[in-house]
Structures are given as C-alpha cells and as structure tokens.
T-cell receptor, first 113, second 110 residues
C-alpha cells in the first residue's frame, strides 16, 4: 500500500458542486500539504499544515478550504467548484527533521465542467 | 518574475550522452535547494539535495551558485530510464515551504 493515499484518483464534476479530496498517510509525518499542478505552471501550494492544530494558506488558497482531522488525514474541499479548478491535485507529507523531502500521493485528477 | 525558473525543454538526447539543466531562483534568502524527478502522470519524487560545495550521486551531479542564484543538474551517461521531468525546488523562509519550478523535460532516445 502507498504511504500517502489520495481519494478519489479521478473525478469529474460540474460547476457549483462541492468536492472533497482526501489524503491519508502512514508515514507518521507531522507536516502535510496540498498542491495543484497545471501544465506550464508547476506545482502551486494551496494549503499546508504542520500539525493538527496548525493550518496555513499557501499561494493559491482562494476557493479552497482544508481540514486536518488527525495527524494522518488532511482533506481539501472546493466549496463551489469552477472550471479553472480543473487540475491535478497532490497531497504531500514531510518530516520536520528533513524539510526538503516531501512524499507525494499519486494525485487526484479533477475536472470541473 | 517567477521565483524559480527553468527551461521547459524538451531536451532530446541519445543514450550515453551527458546533459545539463540549469535553474535560477529570485529570492536571495533561499536556504535549501533540491532536484525532484517526475515521471509522466506520476507524483514528484526527491532526486537529490543540492549542497553549496556541489554533490554527486552516481551519474548525477548537482551544483549551487549562490552569487548568481542558479542551480544545475548534470546527468552523465544518460539512460532511457532517465526520461522524465526534472523539477528544481527551493526552500525559503522559516516555514520551510518548498517552491517548485515548472520542470525541464528530458527525453533519452536510442
């Protein structure tokens, strides 16, 4: 089993719908991140959390919210999806002792029609 | 100006060739530097850290030039399996957030 698991892996939805992407990890890391990847733009940080009670906005948090339900779980919500949120979303985890290495999930491809 | 800039490529090279990628970063306060590799439709994975004195890992050599604010990755004796996108990554600030470049695509051919 993967150390960082994202669900769903693929989702097609309509404008205005609420969507939740879930991430769970078995690495025991305290830090978790949500990124989106668009062609030509690279990975952009949406939100990050350094522990259960710590949530921080990244570069592009507008239109997104997150919840850190437990150390191992970090979910990303789109309250009202819009087409320009169509992207590949990655969850990642990291250990505070080794801040350069992130471990990514396999990605969730979201299409908003 | 983007915080981290890379030539998107693609770099098409024959097996056995040596290829080098450069990356520039804009924030002089950047503290840590890395190269990640991303295969097509897969998640990024750490390839190697980049140290001030330069470092080598097998066929891969990474170098940092703080004065000019660029990082390089050299791949010797390219293999077909090296075909991927190479992401330059910079860490800045106390929160240790990583900023990713858009990547340079490498295609190694027979």
């Amino acid at each position: 089993d993967a150390d960082v698991t994202q669900t769903p892996r693929n989702r097609i939805t309509k404008t205005g719908k609420r969507i939740m992407l879930e991430c769970s990890q078995t690495k025991g890391h305290d830090r978790m991140y949500w990124y989106r990847q668009d062609p030509g733009l690279g990975l952009q940080l949406i939100y990050y959390s350094f522990d259960v009670k710590d949530i921080n906005k990244g570069e592009i948090s507008d239109g997104y919210s997150v919840s850190r339900q437990a150390q191992a779980k970090f979910s990303l919500s789109l309250e009202s999806a819009i087409p320009n949120q169509t992207a590949l979303y990655f969850c990642a985890t990291g250990d505070r002792r080794n801040t350069g290495e992130l471990f990514f999930g396999e990605g969730s491809r979201l299409t908003v029609l | 100006r983007k915080e981290v800039e890379q030539d998107p490529g693609p770099f098409n090279v024959p097996e056995g060739a040596t290829v080098a990628f450069n990356c520039t970063y804009s924030n002089s306060a950047s503290q840590s530097f890395f190269w990640y590799r991303q295969d097509c439709r897969k998640e990024p994975k750490l390839l190697m850290s980049v140290y001030s004195s330069g470092n080598e890992d097998g066929r891969f050599t990474a170098q940092l030039n703080r004065a000019s604010q660029y990082i390089s990755l050299l791949i010797r004796d390219s293999k077909l399996s090296d075909s991927a996108t190479y992401l330059c990554v910079v860490s800045t600030g106390t929160a240790s957030k990583l900023t990713f470049g858009t990547g340079t695509r490498l295609q190694v051919t027979l």
